[in-house]
């Protein structure tokens, strides 16, 4: 495809549940981030990803929250044992090479924990 | 810990009027800083990204200016149109040893109206 694309767009979970969410990068982007956005905020990294390796996990709030890039391609975030402040919009980013070039953003999926 | 401040958080100005986004930060040592674009349920599209060692970059009726060593940055929309109705966001990107990634203002909700 011609952007980034992440799945499902809008989710909602009961509180315990696990959830996993898809973000499919440019074809080709060698970095690949993750953001989470709560309403009314601006977005707010959780980790990041140089083909596969995850070289900056810093951001993710809690063990409960896992991303994996297997194939230097698609990533997923999963999410154990969903808490109501779970509840936001997460981003997914790529950019072509270095984590310093211009980032492109997907359409974002919209988590609500009940 | 690098913050960034958007003032202000909301502005309404009627079609054809000029206006300036404002955007601060707190640490000047930073790679570069990018502008987005956000429309309601969407991602970000980016906009503009200035360089640290740039001072503005310049795209159609936006023009995006940058003062590293009083950290500061402001958007210029000339020839406001409705269709330019959305909130932006600044982002700065700062190195973190491993990788580097994007640190978000609140952004500001621009309405435009005829």
């Known amino acids: 495809g011609a952007g980034v694309s992440q799945s499902p767009r809008y989710k909602v979970a009961k509180r315990g549940q696990d959830v996993a969410l898809r973000c499919d990068p440019i074809?080709?982007?060698?970095?690949l981030f993750w953001y989470q956005q709560a309403l009314g905020q601006g977005p707010e990294f959780l980790t990041y990803f140089q083909n596969e390796a995850q070289l900056d996990k810093s951001g993710l709030p809690s063990d409960r929250f896992f991303a994996e890039r297997p194939e230097g391609s698609v990533s997923t975030l999963k999410i154990q044992r969903t808490q109501q402040e779970d509840s936001a919009v997460y981003l997914c980013?790529?950019?072509?090479?270095?984590?310093?070039?211009?980032?492109?953003f997907g359409p974002g999926t919209r988590l609500l924990v009940l | 810990k690098q913050e960034v401040t958007q003032i202000p958080a909301a502005l309404s100005v009627p079609e054809g009027e000029n206006l300036v986004l404002n955007c601060s930060f707190t640490?000047?040592?930073?790679?570069?800083l990018q502008w987005f674009r956000q429309d309601p349920g969407k991602g970000l599209t980016s906009l503009l990204l200035i360089q640290s060692s740039q001072r503005e970059q310049t795209s159609g009726r936006l023009n995006a200016s940058l003062d590293k060593s009083s950290g500061r940055s402001t958007l210029y929309i000339a020839a406001s149109q409705p269709g330019d109705s959305a909130t932006y966001l600044c982002a700065v990107i700062v190195n973190t040893g491993t990788a580097s990634k994007l640190t978000f203002g609140t952004g500001t909700r621009l309405q435009v109206t005829l």
């Open positions: 980013a790529s950019s072509l090479a270095t984590s310093r070039g211009t980032q492109y």
């Open positions: 074809s080709g982007h060698v970095s």
């Open positions: 640490d000047s040592a930073i790679y570069n």
